[in-house]
């Protein structure tokens, strides 16, 4: 049964898709684990991110979020060209259906049926966020058994990621979930800017201690230069600091979610 | 009778809150006109990035735009420390308020009679929009004469401008707006990657020709630091690149807005 998990922060820019797109890189070259990207940002930038690994699906993420009856994910779900990793279409028509989910029954759990087949398919499944607290981030949530959070050395970052943690509290309480926090991910971090890493990095370790994971992602301009190319980092630049701090990330995860 | 302009990005973080600020300083500080900015974005950067000149307001947006009866903005409106520079409070309980406009009839008007009054108040008033375009954003088009599209150097800011522009076309057509496109600002440029930043400001040229605007924002830590400290970049640090870099805005826009 696969291990899910979210990768959320309110705030945007900070990376969320680019630790979501290179950690499943990570995992899938590794030839350990059958990954699943599912992309419920309308944005759609997990397909823009891998564009030269792209196929096409049968089904939309809306087709089958808006269904009448229960649809299985994995109809709107394509294998890339690379090893071990699939991927939902990207969907802009996300946008209306975060909209049109709000009046139905139960919401915040269509998603979470929908995989429910994925989980035998797949080892690990890992769900791109927009940057909003909605109805795509709450399903992806109450879907979750974890939840990734990437913050940038910010304050608004920082601020962003007691919101999230805040829905997180709510979706256990009011929902009966145990969506467990794996941790809170420094991410593009300006080995420059010394005073503000230290600023905002203490702030994260005296607030959230063990939650916060010890790799750091610096900035790397292979990374946005990757995702321009629309390639994984280790297709593009694999001896890159990005490329070494997303491996990184993943044996960490690996250690602390008792993967494999 | 005030001008309006959304500053309006589907991307998130290209620094539209950044510009917002610095902008509305930058006009505020030469004391030629009123500046209103109103913080649309259930995230509330607006007030963090200026949180040392910050008071208290009477009413919420949230109260503003979910009101039986149509209300005045002014009653959610601050005035700062800052002089010429009024803001609405950061309103978190915005991205409920998203969701509750959706079944009301004409939603998307609500901001723009909501502000009919604090027109002749102010000179200019900007509305920071949240990385989306959900209700709140579609209410900021629609109370808005023009619009400002920050876009970084990234292959997912560019394709998000496509969309934006999309949407101000639809908003035009199916709401008889007149929304004009103020201009395509380019921000957070790194002089270091000059490939990425020819690729993508070619790009925009050949597809937007004029409405490109010819101020460049350059990457400047001092922008970050400002917002970190609360501060707008004109009080933080006046001789910084990115200090410079709004005043040109603000002086570039007075142009093509025939303000003043
Ligand atoms: N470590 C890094 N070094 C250099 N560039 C990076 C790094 N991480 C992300 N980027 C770039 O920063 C931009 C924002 O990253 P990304 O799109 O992954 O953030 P996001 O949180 O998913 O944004 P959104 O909120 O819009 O979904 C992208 O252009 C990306 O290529
Ligand atoms: N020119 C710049 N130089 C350095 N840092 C910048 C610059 N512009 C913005 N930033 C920083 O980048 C981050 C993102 O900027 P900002 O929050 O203004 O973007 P945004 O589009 O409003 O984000 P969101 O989509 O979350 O609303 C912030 O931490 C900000 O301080
Ligand atoms: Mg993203
Ligand atoms: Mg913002």
Redo the contacts between chains.
């Keep these: 049964r696969a291990l899910v998990m979210a990768i959320a922060a309110?705030?945007?820019?900070?990376g969320k898709?680019t630790t979501t797109v290179n950690l499943a890189c990570a995992w899938a070259k590794q030839s350990k684990y059958r990954i699943l990207v599912i992309d419920i940002d309308?944005?759609g930038?997990v397909s823009?991110?891998l564009r030269e690994n792209i196929k096409p699906a049968s089904s939309t993420l809306t087709d089958i979020l808006l269904a009448e009856r229960p649809r299985d994910i994995l109809d709107a779900v394509f294998q890339t060209n690379l090893p071990n990793l699939s991927l939902t279409a990207a969907d802009?028509g996300l946008?209306e259906t975060?909209?049109q989910m709000?009046s139905r029954v139960g919401r915040e759990y269509i998603l979470k049926s929908a995989i429910a087949n994925a989980r035998s398919h797949f080892d690990i499944i890992l769900i791109d966020c927009?940057?909003?607290?909605?109805?795509l981030t709450l399903n992806a949530l109450v879907a979750a058994d974890h939840v990734l959070v990437p913050c940038d050395?910010?304050?608004?970052a920082f601020?962003?990621v007691a919101?999230l943690l805040g829905t997180v509290r709510t979706v256990n309480l009011r929902l009966g979930q145990n969506l467990d926090v794996a941790g809170i991910i420094r991410t593009r971090v300006?080995g420059?800017?010394r005073?503000?890493n230290d600023?905002i990095g203490g702030a994260l370790r005296d607030n959230y201690g063990d939650l916060l994971l010890d790799t750091i992602i610096p900035i790397n301009?292979a990374l946005?230069?990757a995702?321009?190319a629309g390639l994984s980092i280790f297709e593009f630049q694999a001896r890159s600091r990005g490329a070494e701090a997303y491996l990184d990330l993943s044996n960490e995860l690996e250690g602390r979610l008792s993967l494999g």
């Design positions: 309110q705030k945007g820019g900070v898709t309308p944005q930038h823009s991110s802009k946008a975060d909209a709000a927009p940057p909003n607290l909605g109805n050395m910010s304050i608004l601020e962003g919101d300006d420059r800017t005073q503000i600023a301009s946005a230069k995702q321009a």
